[in-house]
Structure formats: C-alpha cells, structure tokens
C-alpha cells in the first residue's frame, strides 16, 4: 500500500504550498512562475527511469519540484491563456472520477455519469441553447467538439458517405471567419475535406464575420460545382472577443442549406449571465454548438460539450455495433449506452465536475461569477483607455478579452513616423520576457494578420470571484515597470 501511502502525502503537500487558493499570502509571496531554461529544467528534475523503484521521499521531493517549476495558473496574474486556475468544486469532481476510473461508454459499468451527462446536456439545450430537442456528448476539448460539428455536418450534407467515402460526391466547400479557431483548419484536415477548401469569410473592424461576403463566397462555391455544407461561426473569438451576428449568418445558412455551427468554445459561458447573454442571440438557429467549461469557468481541463439539435445523428454517424459492448438484448434502456454516439470506445468522465460547480454555486452563483468577469474587464479597458502609456486595439469594449499595446515614452507621439509600428512591435516580446523570468504576471501576445496588426497584448478576464480592481491596477502598473529602460 506505498503508493496510497504516497497519495496522501502529495495531496497533503498540495494542500500546504497554498496552490490551491488565493490566500493573500500565496497571492503576495508566489510567483507565477520560476521560470528556467528547458536543458536546465531538464537537470534540475532529474528525469530517469531505473531499475530499482525510488522511495516515497525520492518521489515526494520530486513532486515539490514538479509544482515549483510549473506555471501557476491559479495565480490571479495568470492572465495568458482562455483557461485559468482551478475550481476546487471541478477539481473535487476530477478527483473522484479519476479515483472511480471508469469509462463514461454505458450505463453497465459508468450508471451514475451516463445519467448525469444526459440530464445535464438536457438542461443546457433547453434552458440556454433553446432548443425543444437535441443531443450532446462531453467531448475532449473544444477542437475535437468543433471536429464533431464539421463531421456530423459533412454525412448530414451526404449520408451515403459513411459508407461510401468522399470519392465520387461532389467537393465539400466548409466557411470560417478570418479571426476563427485553427482548430476548424485541423478539421478540414483530419476529415479530408481538404484546407484549400475550407473559405476564409470577411471581418469587419471588430472582428466579426461578415454575413455579406459569406453569401457572396457561398454563391461563389455553387458557380463552381462544389457543394457549400458547413459553417462556422464564432461567438467570442480567441484573440478580440468577437461575436459573430448570429442571425444574419443564420439567413444566410438557410438560404443556401448550409450547417450551422457556432464555436462558443469561449464565449458560451455568456449565456448565463441574464446581463450579457443577448451577445449570443441567434444561437438557437444552429444546428450545433461547442461550448467549453474549462475557459471562462475555470473547471479543470479539460470539459467541452458539442451539441447539436439533430436528436439521433451523433449514433447515425459514430456506431459500429460493437457486439461486446452494445447488445441490444440487455435488462436496462440501451440509450444511455453512449458509447455509441461518440468517436472515442474509451471516455473519460468530465460532466461531475461541472455538475459540482453548477450545483454548489447555483445558476446565480453562476451568473454573479460571469458578471463579475466582465466588470473587472471593463474597470480595466476604461483604465488603460485614458492612460498614455497605452493604446487600446478596438476603441470600444466587447468581451474580456482586452486587447492593447505598451507604449513606451520613447515612442509616445511618434505614430506617424516611417519605423512606429515595426519598433512597437517589439515592445511586446521584450516585456513578455521580463514578466515571465521575473514571475509577476502572465499576459500573452501576437500579431493578427486579418487586420495587418503588430505584436499586442492580449489579457484575459476569467470567472475568478478573487479578482479585484486592485489586481487591474498592479498590472498596469508592473507594466510601466517593466518597461522602464526600453
């Protein structure tokens, strides 16, 4: 029994490093992370597999370097990524289901979670997609749930392709705006579609798609004997926040026969705050939804939903009639048998840990959470929008994602000379980092092609109760620290 000995000594030590909470202590005294240099990590743990086993206390001091050098992602300054911290309802949830290790394929050996991812897909199709009708399925990571929209879309367009393949139907033509996930390109990909047909759909100063020219690049494929079938829309785009106006693309689907997918991956969570759900409206006019409870809510990577309000075409398109897991002929109802709507045989349980969230915060919990997100946003972009030592990208706020460059006094009033944009470009990297090999705060950067934009920074609010206006003013401030010298 070493190594239930073991367990309890790490989750002990978890406990006391304080990664587990914002005390102000560990917000204080922590650093986001130590950073170091991958050949000197690679010294530093000491990576080998022996012959002979190590000890407890080897593997012990082991982990406290595993948690000294790994990003702290509950950190209130870890502003990098759309995933953040942790949950400690979620992670609650992804410790019992990993110490219950069952595969969430059928009712037989996974009773309590098949019932339970049923009845809660149930809830979000009805209460916040707005469906009467509909299906799902917990899927890993909102790329594979994205990957499921165009593959369910695509024996939708053509339904003797299960069988047949894609030889000898006409070429499938699938749609994304310039500023969507590259998770629809892998898919256009792994599906054979093909990337060069995949159509990249107009922007407009914010971001969004732009209905008219996605009608204009669908009339287009028709022309040339291809088969327009799918597209993507995104509610809440990875780098501006952009929100994709989900009516007029509807129209625009139906008057073509086209799937409708929205990629809410990030921006989902929006529909559960009364105050800011109208971003999404439309959404009940899709075909299929991607949602990620990982992003913005912070559960634990990862738990996304694809749904879809096509009752039964999740098992038209997935089974194979594997007789040793799915016989017709058992004592209880075969339909929570899911093994046979989803790509995986094995799946990994992630609906307990929304479950617990959900149900220990309540939907107005929920909501306070979503609320929250935004006012400490806002609180922000207004700062920086009347600080000179900055300068916004979009002039006005849409989402919590806030994007923005770091002007150093060097450069302040110089916008129109030949070489600003070229050396502010480089503004970015420079204090990215400072910030990681000092560990104050994370923020991430890039350029956007779509719109010819230099390196900025991109910082990202999440539904963290503990952050503060305070926390909005250290980052502006350790900022202009940072850069003094530049």
Not at 19 to 43: A, H, T
Not at 117 to 132: A, V
Not at 140 to 164: I, T, W
Not at 248 to 254: G, N, P, T
Request: with cysteine; glycine share 8%.
């Amino acid at each position: 029994m070493e190594d239930i000995d073991f367990l309890k000594k790490v989750v002990k030590r978890v406990i006391h490093s304080g990664i587990l909470g914002n005390s102000k202590e560990f917000r204080d005294n922590s650093k986001v992370i130590e950073f170091v240099k991958p050949e000197e990590l690679k010294r530093n743990l000491g990576l080998k597999i022996l012959d002979e086993p190590a000890s407890n206390e080897e593997l012990l001091e082991f982990c406290e370097d595993v948690m000294r050098y790994s990003v702290k992602t509950g950190h209130p300054m870890f502003l990098n990524q759309l995933y953040h911290g942790m949950d400690g309802y979620g992670v609650a949830g992804a410790w019992l289901t990993d110490v219950l290790n069952t595969s969430q394929s059928t009712y037989e050996i996974s009773p309590v979670f098949t019932v339970m991812e049923t009845t809660l897909i149930r809830h979000i199709i009805n209460n916040f997609i707005g469906w009467d009708d509909g299906e799902g399925i917990f899927s890993p990571g909102g790329s594979v749930a994205n990957m499921y929209a165009m593959f369910v879309a695509q024996r939708k367009a053509l339904p003797d392709l299960k069988a047949k393949g894609l030889l000898g139907f006409p070429q499938l033509v699938a749609f994304v705006s310039e500023d969507g996930h590259y998770s629809t390109m892998k898919s256009a990909n792994w599906l054979g579609l093909g990337t060069d047909n995949l159509v990249m759909i107009k922007v407009d100063d914010r971001g969004r798609m732009v209905p008219e020219d996605l009608d204009r690049a669908c009339k287009e494929t028709k022309r040339q004997g291809k088969l327009p079938f799918y597209v993507c829309a995104t509610a809440g785009t990875t780098v501006l926040g952009a929100f994709d106006p989900l009516h007029q693309i509807a129209d625009v689907c139906q008057k073509h026969d086209v799937w409708l997918h929205v990629d809410a991956a990030w921006g989902g969570t929006v529909l559960l705050s009364r105050s800011h759900r109208y971003l999404m409206d439309g959404v009940n006019r899709a075909d299929s939804v991607t949602w990620d409870f990982h992003k913005m809510p912070g559960l634990s990577l990862y738990c996304s939903v694809f749904l879809t309000k096509w009752t039964g075409i999740l098992y038209e398109c997935n089974s194979s009639c594997a007789e040793y897991l799915f016989q017709e002929d058992k004592f209880y109802d075969v339909s929570y048998d899911t093994g046979e709507k989803s790509v995986q045989c094995g799946r990994k349980v992630d609906v307990l840990k929304l479950y617990l969230a959900w149900r220990g915060r309540g939907q107005i919990g929920m909501e306070r959470l979503v609320n929250h997100a935004f006012n400490m946003a806002r609180y922000f972009f207004e700062k920086i929008k009347h600080a000179k030592d900055f300068k916004l990208v979009l002039p006005e706020f849409q989402f919590t994602n806030i994007c923005f460059w770091y002007v150093p006094p060097s450069l302040q009033g110089k916008e129109h000379t030949p070489d600003f944009w070229n050396q502010l470009s480089m503004i970015a990297p420079k204090l990215k980092e400072k910030m990681t090999k000092q560990g104050t705060m994370m923020i991430s950067y890039q350029p956007l092609s779509s719109k010819s934009l230099p390196n900025f920074f991109r910082l990202i609010v999440h539904c963290l109760p503990s952050l503060s206006e305070e926390d909005m003013d250290f980052i502006v401030t350790e900022l202009q620290k940072l850069a003094e010298g530049l």
